[in-house]
């Protein structure tokens, strides 16, 4: 899916302007971080 705003660059490149081909290749070197944001907020 394409994302509604915002995007994602990686080392000067638009990761929405990759052709598939390219971004699974990527996608076999980079690996997401999930947060859970309560956790990694400050509450104070």
Same mark, same amino acid.
């Given at each position: 899916?394409?994302?509604?705003? &915002?995007? @994602?660059? *990686?080392? &000067?490149?638009?990761?929405? !302007? *990759? @052709?598939?081909? !390219?971004?699974?290749a *990527? +996608? #076999? #070197? @980079? /690996?997401?971080?999930? /947060?859970?944001? @309560? +956790?990694? *907020?400050?509450? #104070?």
């Amino acid at each position: 899916d394409r994302p509604t705003e &915002g995007n @994602i660059t *990686l080392t &000067g490149s638009d990761m929405n !302007d *990759l @052709i598939a081909r !390219d971004r699974h290749a *990527l +996608s #076999r #070197r @980079i /690996q997401y971080v999930f /947060q859970d944001p @309560i +956790s990694s *907020l400050n509450p #104070r």
